[in-house]
């Protein structure tokens, strides 16, 4: 089983994405961002590495203006060298990467123009995966579309401009219930009639569900019956709902114990899950540990590395309480430690709190910062608790001062990134 996380990071350094606007799209910036992207995407690919995740799925906005007119430039030709090192780690590591393609990408359209884009687009991200040298198993993602008043007229368009699509896509697609108009009964019955793998969405079943007679393993194990040897390992998205949010709004962190309960559920571990959620590779660490069969306490104290200024910044009480649980070396108490993670993270900062975690922090730079770095950062701190400067100003300065000193224990922490 993999599992992993869509496009972008968090607290993972020289790992962003950049775009730029219509206007600014020359040939000189659009180089400038593509080179930025792909680098960025060997930044994430390492860090997956580094932390055994091996499913991963890459932005559409890789390439600016990728199946636009505005991007004439034979960027797979240009960055060949730089896609080729990508791709031989992704293949190297065995990480299996995707795509999914955006709203707008909608190939039963009743707009030839839609359509036609659509094509398009599928083009641009079949290429992407071509130029990473990664098989059948690379998926691109697909929602039907719309409805337009008439389901069965929109579903028989869906098939036929799907024969149109070249074959190298047609390898790659794959097709998922969504949240509004096609439930995974339909996507099956199209999936059959094409011979398309279905990927099994949790959250649009709950949301737009054909049956609630029928389990989620039921779906999961139909599902299972469209994905042929060539395809790889069956794989599905997974998501919580945010309770304060509309329906089909993704949680910002994985609730581990629920986690853990879908994963008893599923009843075998030959299949991949793709996370959907807001704090992306912070629950995808969080869901590896919370199911590994190496139960080592080391994997909990390495991710306390990352998390307890940011805990301590919270809650000092929690803080306090996973320093007390993990002390036991023997025991491997994942759901507890994760639930007390998310607890802290969820209180509200106060101005003792932050001032607290900001004083831990500049130890290490007290002994290192120049006069006028003390004074500037104590006159912050003041000024902080007098309400006129806000955690942030503190914060920049700290993660300044990390950069220039060479703190890289603390670049590595959540303190500056949630």
């Not at 993602?141 to 579903?155: M, P, R």
Request: glycine share 4%.
């Amino acid at each position: 089983m993999k599992i992993g996380y869509a496009c972008l990071t968090i607290g993972v350094l020289n790992a962003n994405l950049k775009s730029c606007t219509a206007k600014s799209a020359n040939d000189e910036k659009l180089i400038e961002v593509t080179e930025n992207n792909l680098k960025s995407l060997h930044n994430i690919i390492k860090y997956n590495i580094e932390n055994n995740i091996k499913l991963f799925r890459i932005s559409s906005d890789l390439i600016p203006f990728g199946s636009s007119p505005l991007n004439n430039l034979p960027w797979w030709d240009i960055f060949g060298e730089e896609f080729a090192k990508i791709g031989k780690e992704i293949r190297k590591n065995s990480i299996r990467v995707s795509m999914h393609p955006g709203q707008y990408t909608v190939l039963n359209s009743t707009s030839e123009d839609v359509v036609k884009r659509a094509m398009t687009d599928l083009n641009y991200h079949n290429k992407v995966l071509d130029c990473l040298g990664v098989n059948e198993e690379s998926k691109i993602v697909l929602h039907i579309g719309g409805v337009y008043n008439d389901k069965k007229s929109a579903i028989k368009r869906f098939i036929d401009n799907y024969a149109l699509l070249e074959n190298g896509i047609k390898q790659r697609l794959v097709i998922e219930n969504d949240d509004k108009s096609y439930n995974i009964n339909d996507v099956l019955e199209i999936g059959h009639k094409l011979n398309i793998p279905v990927i099994f969405d949790n959250l649009h079943n709950k949301i737009n569900p054909y049956s609630n007679i029928k389990s989620e393993l039921y779906w999961i194990n139909e599902c299972k019956k469209t994905w042929g040897e060539k395809d790889g390992t069956q794989k599905i998205h997974y998501s919580q709902q945010d309770i304060l949010k509309k329906p089909g709004s993704h949680s910002n962190t994985i609730e581990v114990e629920s986690f853990v309960d879908f994963y008893k559920g599923l009843e075998r571990d030959d299949i991949d899950i793709m996370l959907e959620v807001k704090d992306k590779n912070l629950s995808a660490v969080k869901c590896i540990n919370s199911i590994t069969k190496d139960k080592s306490i080391n994997k909990l104290e390495e991710e306390w590395s990352r998390y307890k200024y940011k805990v301590l910044e919270s809650s000092p009480k929690i803080y306090l309480d996973i320093r007390k649980l993990l002390k036991d070396k023997k025991e491997y108490p994942v759901v507890k430690f994760y639930n007390y993670i998310d607890e802290a993270i969820k209180q509200e900062y106060t101005i003792g709190n932050s001032i607290n975690a900001a004083m831990h922090i500049w130890g290490y730079f007290k002994n290192k910062a120049s006069l006028k770095e003390k004074e500037i950062f104590l006159k912050n701190v003041d000024k902080y608790e007098q309400g006129k400067i806000s955690i942030k100003v503190i914060k920049n300065m700290l993660r300044k001062l990390a950069f220039k000193y060479k703190e890289y224990y603390l670049l590595d922490s959540y303190y500056f990134s949630i």
